[in-house]
């Protein structure tokens, strides 16, 4: 009996696993980007030094579960991340990236304490003018940009967000856990990235991307406009809703 067959007899399930949890641990660290070819099968069965049996059922799952793509004749490459945010929620995108399996990280691009334009009133929906932070982030999925965020804070309704850097805690979570909304209003578009967001995103200019503004109120006073730019093809709205009465 060959080594190989005598391996794949006898353990051919611990190997499975180590074939699934070598490459698994690839994607989601961020070493395989999405798009990255995985070897190919015949590479694979030189590698673990196993039948094409073990390593295709390997493969197989990977695929099922949606880390990688299958193309005939072209390979396995892996998928780009599906994210799937609720319209309705003020969610947090570290949990939506960690349900994806993916590490999460948050690093602050730009950070501005400034008395309120008149665009920034309008955003806000201020009548009058007064101090306002603004704040630009970057949300990581693995070593990949998952979304950009562009941020206004109303500090006369939030005054201690002035004190906060925000430079590896994103404003949202911490807003959340400070101040009880009372309102919040969702505007979703669709629009060609620009030169600023292609570079933050890492994507190419005129690239498709979905955008989420979005709006809350305490009380009937402005607390933050927040803008999220995602690349279109890596994320999905969803929204869950029952009949109206009457």
Not at 11 to 37: F, M, N, T, V, Y
Not at 91 to 107: F, K, M, P, S, T
Not at 133 to 158: C, D, K, M, T, Y
Not at 193 to 204: F, G, P, Q
């Amino acid at each position: 009996m060959s080594t190989v067959e005598t391996v794949d007899a006898d353990s051919g399930g611990s190997l499975h696993q180590r074939i699934l949890s070598d490459i698994s641990e690839k994607i989601l660290s961020g070493a395989w980007a999405p798009g990255h070819r995985i070897p190919f099968e015949h590479e694979l069965t030189t590698e673990y030094n196993c039948s094409r049996m073990t390593v295709n059922k390997a493969l197989s799952q990977l695929a099922k579960a949606g880390l990688i793509e299958r193309r005939r004749r072209s390979g396995s490459f892996v998928r780009q991340p599906q994210s799937q945010a609720a319209v309705l929620e003020l969610h947090d995108i570290r949990i939506e990236v960690e349900a994806l399996g993916l590490l999460y990280r948050y690093e602050r691009l730009e950070r501005l304490k400034r008395r309120s334009n008149a665009d920034d009133r309008a955003l806000l929906g201020l009548s009058a003018a007064g101090s306002v932070l603004w704040l630009e982030g970057l949300h990581f999925a693995g070593e990949r940009p998952f979304a950009l965020e562009q941020r206004l804070i109303n500090l006369s309704a939030v005054p201690e967000a002035g004190n906060e850097e925000f430079r590896e805690i994103a404003a949202g979570p911490w807003l959340i856990g400070r101040v009880p909304w009372s309102e919040a209003e969702h505007r979703i578009r669709a629009m060609a990235a620009d030169e600023t967001v292609a570079d933050a995103l890492d994507i190419d200019p005129g690239a498709p991307c979905l955008v989420v503004e979005r709006r809350t109120w305490s009380a009937e006073h402005p607390v933050t406009h927040v803008r999220f730019v995602y690349p279109a093809e890596s994320h999905t709205l969803v929204a869950r809703f029952t009949p109206s009465q009457g």
